[in-house]
């Protein structure tokens, strides 16, 4: 990564995609150790986090893209959720995180 001139590399955990759907209570019903608190929920983005800061090496940012809340999800994500989750994230190895609101108005 460094070699060919970057030198952050963003984890994108929201919006919907593979991650977020993990992080969600509202759409994260698994009762196995990938679902239920929030620290099975972040199973995967811990996962993740440890590997790409693995792979990035030294030197790198690694950044977690989160979603700040869900506004059209009921029991969705909020920003209380968001806050522990960039708190985990930064425990996995991220140097920070940001976040944003999302919403599926069609």
Same mark, same amino acid.
């Given at each position: 990564?460094?070699?060919?001139?970057? /030198?952050?590399?963003?984890?994108?955990?929201?919006?919907?995609?593979?991650?977020?759907?993990?992080?969600?209570? $509202?759409?994260?019903?698994? %009762? /196995?150790?990938?679902? =239920?608190?929030?620290? =099975? #929920?972040? $199973?995967?983005?811990?996962?993740?986090?440890?590997?790409?800061?693995?792979?990035?090496?030294?030197?790198?940012?690694?950044?977690? #893209?989160?979603?700040?809340?869900?506004? /059209?999800?009921?029991?969705?994500? %909020?920003?209380?959720?968001?806050?522990?989750?960039?708190?985990?994230?930064?425990?996995?190895?991220?140097?920070?995180? %940001? =976040?944003? %609101?999302?919403?599926?108005?069609?």
């Amino acid at each position: 990564v460094a070699a060919a001139g970057f /030198d952050a590399i963003e984890v994108h955990a929201g919006h919907g995609y593979l991650v977020d759907a993990f992080l969600s209570p $509202r759409t994260n019903t698994r %009762t /196995d150790r990938w679902g =239920g608190s929030l620290e =099975g #929920r972040s $199973r995967l983005l811990v996962e993740v986090l440890g590997a790409v800061r693995e792979a990035a090496g030294p030197g790198v940012a690694v950044w977690c #893209r989160l979603n700040a809340r869900e506004i /059209d999800k009921p029991d969705g994500e %909020t920003l209380e959720l968001a806050i522990a989750t960039a708190r985990i994230a930064t425990a996995a190895g991220a140097a920070g995180s %940001t =976040g944003s %609101t999302r919403s599926n108005l069609s």
